[in-house]
């Protein structure tokens, strides 16, 4: 995963996970520190999964990704507390062209 943090820094990290739910941990890479330290992977269905965000244990987020069944959409639906306590509510949709 790659992006940008709320600090403006380009940040990197990486996950080897199976769709079991069981938590792994997030290897970042760059910058060293990285909101969640373990994400947890499952299908909810055809088109569909979960990832649980984790910071020393306890959830921060849960995001809901579902790809539509044509395979031109993907909307991620992310719910939970950022790294200073705030509610964090966000839809993205994306569409391929």
Do not use: C, M, W
Request: glycine content about 10%; hydrophobic content about 30%.
């Amino acid at each position: 995963f790659d992006g940008i943090n709320a600090q403006g820094q380009v940040t990197h990290s990486e996950r080897l996970a199976k769709f079991d739910g069981t938590d792994v941990p997030v290897q970042a890479v760059a910058p060293a520190s990285t909101t969640a330290t373990t994400n947890a992977f499952r299908r909810t269905g055809d088109h569909s999964l979960e990832v649980l965000a984790k910071t020393g244990g306890k959830l921060t987020t849960t995001n809901r990704i579902v790809v539509s069944a044509d395979g031109k959409t993907l909307t991620q639906t992310t719910t939970g507390t950022n790294a200073q306590g705030q509610t964090v509510s966000n839809v993205t949709v994306y569409d391929k062209q």
